[in-house]
């Protein structure tokens, strides 16, 4: 770690006047292990943390998916032929509009645009469209010159717009975020404007109440993907500045030139690899990862050791060092247990059965034709028993959430579920 010199010391300011740290909701999720806060990061967080309302884990996280971004595709770990860049899709969750999710990425955004003020033109909003999304990142065809920079950090305070609009039957959003994350050329294959983009690299940050994301996601971005490639993380207003913070809480610290610089090298590490020591570790931490696990739980975890070492090629960069070690490892792991936490509190919390509640609200996005048995056991991609999924169905017939009939098939007659008139959205 480095040592700050005298003339970096920070000064001794007074805590914020009439500073009142809030109490934890009822049922909200437990704190992330401290180990998050390693590093860099970590340092930046705890200056600026007693100077906002904002959830230190909001600003950490928003501060690495950003640093990802402006990274850039210059850093890679390597598994097989597959290249993962430290590109992050994030979402916060906070329970109202108080959350102060906004103040969080206010923070964020002025020390990533001072360390790389380049960033600040690839920093946009408006996701509507998968031709859009790839037009912002486009490969250079004929007369068009294309985007000189392939880097892109899309921000949405209103995500529940983005899961309104890759609802659409004839959207192109999904699978064009589904192959961002992945780092997969890109292309729109029509006859008046195709376009691609080979190399582009994409981050998204999105902010959302729990009651809209509860409200519009889709069992079927549930099951194909799109969800599992977004960390989901909650967050709260933690306590009562009157008079606000510091204005620059890093004044003299030193840590937004060793940001600028930690970037500067990040952007030409090339392949980063696991050290010895964290080659066992990360042998242990992905057996417990790749462990599989039933309803929603299941559905946003298919991905979670990709995003274990993504994070962790990220702290990694920001300690400018050419391998993950097992402090990285850690401190990605411990995040990415706290997103799995939100998660849950997010997506379960409505319903004491969570196998019944994804269930029911994919009958309710199936009406009115339903859905069979098979395509129950399809979207919850077969992690429920049969006696499981006996159990979740019973429960919703009996309380009169959903009706089953029998229809014909060409082999035995399928079990066809769906969601009662009375119990719609």
């Not at 200056?47 to 595709?73: C, H, K, W, Y």
């Not at 899709?89 to 959350?99: H, K, M, N, T």
């Not at 003299?252 to 990040?266: E, H, S």
């Amino acid at each position: 770690m480095t040592t700050l010199s005298l003339l970096d010391q920070p000064d001794e300011d007074p805590q914020p006047t009439g500073a009142l740290t809030l109490p934890v909701p009822d049922g909200w999720p437990a704190p992330p292990q401290p180990a998050v806060y390693h590093g860099l990061a970590g340092e930046i967080v705890n200056r600026i943390a007693p100077n906002t309302e904002a959830d230190p884990v909001a600003i950490l996280s928003q501060l690495l998916v950003a640093f990802g971004a402006a990274t850039g595709r210059g850093a890679w770990f390597q598994v097989e032929a597959t290249r993962h860049h430290p590109n992050e899709y994030l979402v916060l969750i906070g329970d109202s509009a108080r959350a102060r999710k906004g103040s969080s990425w206010d923070h964020v955004h002025r020390l990533i645009t001072g360390a790389d003020p380049a960033i600040t033109a690839r920093i946009l909003t408006g996701l509507s469209s998968g031709e859009g999304l790839i037009h912002s990142v486009r490969d250079p065809a004929g007369q068009d010159p294309g985007a000189t920079d392939r880097r892109l950090l899309v921000i949405e305070p209103e995500f529940v717009s983005v899961l309104k609009n890759v609802s659409r039957e004839i959207s192109t959003l999904s699978p064009t975020l589904r192959s961002a994350w992945d780092g997969r050329p890109l292309a729109i294959l029509t006859r008046t404007a195709p376009a691609r983009a080979s190399d582009a690299h994409i981050s998204v940050i999105g902010h959302i109440t729990a009651t809209e994301l509860q409200h519009h996601i889709n069992p079927v971005e549930l099951a194909n993907g799109l969800l599992n490639r977004f960390l989901l993380l909650g967050c709260r207003r933690v306590r009562l500045l009157p008079e606000g913070g510091h204005p620059d809480p890093l004044k003299r610290t030193g840590l937004d030139r060793r940001l600028q610089a930690t970037l500067n090298t990040a952007r030409h590490a090339g392949q980063i690899r696991l050290s010895t020591p964290a080659r066992h570790a990360w042998a242990d931490a992905y057996q417990q990862l790749a462990e599989p696990q039933p309803g929603i739980a299941g559905a946003i975890s298919a991905r979670a050791e990709a995003h274990t070492i993504r994070l962790a090629l990220i702290y990694a960069l920001l300690d400018n060092t050419p391998q993950i070690q097992p402090v990285h490892l850690t401190a990605a792991l411990a995040l990415w247990d706290y997103t799995q936490r939100s998660a849950t509190w997010a997506l379960e919390r409505t319903s004491g059965d969570p196998l019944a509640h994804q269930i029911h609200t994919a009958l309710r996005h199936a009406l009115p034709d339903g859905l069979t048995r098979t395509q129950l056991r399809d979207l919850l991609h077969r992690n429920p028993t049969t006696t499981q999924l006996d159990h979740a169905l019973a429960a919703l017939a009996n309380d009169g959430k959903i009706t089953s009939s029998r229809v014909l098939t060409a082999g035995r007659p399928a079990e066809l579920w769906t969601a009662a008139a009375a119990a719609g959205a």
